[in-house]
C-alpha cells in the first residue's frame, strides 16, 4: 500500500491566533475569522451547487457548521481548507439529499480582469454575435465540467475557481494529494478539449 502524503500545516498565524480566541468564546475572533475565508466558502458552495439553489444560505450553514465543530479543528493544515471540506460535504448533503444535478459557474475572466480559467473564451469586442458566441461557448465548457465524475468535478471546481492549492483540496476532500492531482490529471484534458472545440 502507497504511503499517504503528508499535509502541510499551513494555517497562518492570524487564523491561529483567532481560532484560539473563537474557542475561548470570543465571538468578535469568529466573525473575523469566518470574513477572512467567506470568499473561499462562497465560491465553493456556488460552483458546487446547482444554479436557484440558496448559496448564501449554504455558506451560512457552513458557518454554524464551522463555529460548532471548531473544537474538532487540530490545526493540522490550514483553517481555509478545512472550513472548505464542511463546505464542500454540505453541498454533497444537498445534492443527495434533494437529487439535484451540479451546476458549475464559470466566468469568462479572472476578478483582477484577466487570467480567469476561461479567459481564452474571452471575446475581444461587444457585439451581439460575439457575446452570443461565447455564452454558447461557456454553456459548452460549463456542461463538460458538470458531467466530470463528482470528485473530479471538485477538485477542479476547487483547484480553478476556488482557488486552493494542493495541499488545501486534500485537506478538504479528506484524500491525500497524489489523489487530487489523479483526478486534476483526468478532469483536465477533457475540460481543455471543451475549450478548444468553443474557441470563437
Do not use: Y
Not at 446547482?50 to 463555529?67: I, K, M, S, T, Y
Not at 483526478?183 to 475540460?191: D, K, N, Q, S, T
Amino acid at each position: 500500500m502507497a504511503a499517504v502524503e503528508e499535509i502541510p500545516a499551513v494555517m497562518s498565524d492570524g487564523d491561529a491566533l483567532l481560532v484560539e480566541r473563537a474557542r475561548a468564546g470570543d465571538r468578535e475572533a469568529a466573525d473575523d475569522l469566518l470574513a477572512r475565508h467567506e470568499l473561499a466558502v462562497h465560491r465553493t458552495c456556488a460552483h458546487l451547487l446547482p444554479r436557484g439553489e440558496d448559496v448564501e444560505g449554504a455558506v451560512q450553514e457552513a458557518f454554524v457548521r464551522a463555529l460548532q465543530g471548531l473544537g474538532r479543528f487540530t490545526g493540522r493544515g490550514s483553517f481555509s481548507g478545512w472550513l472548505v471540506s464542511i463546505a464542500v460535504n454540505l453541498c454533497r448533503d444537498r445534492l443527495r439529499r434533494h437529487r439535484l444535478v451540479p451546476f458549475v459557474a464559470l466566468e469568462t475572466e479572472g476578478e483582477d480582469g484577466g487570467n480567469g480559467p476561461l479567459d481564452v473564451l474571452a471575446a475581444p469586442g461587444p457585439s451581439p454575435e460575439r457575446v452570443a458566441m461565447a455564452r454558447q461557448a461557456v454553456a459548452r465548457v460549463r456542461a463538460t465540467v458538470a458531467a466530470l465524475p463528482d470528485r473530479q468535478r471538485e477538485v477542479f471546481a476547487l483547484r480553478f475557481f476556488v482557488g486552493l492549492d494542493l495541499a488545501e483540496i486534500a485537506a478538504a476532500l479528506g484524500v491525500d494529494i497524489g489523489t487530487v492531482k489523479t483526478h486534476l490529471h483526468r478532469a483536465l484534458p477533457r475540460v481543455r478539449e471543451a475549450v478548444e472545440e468553443a474557441r470563437p
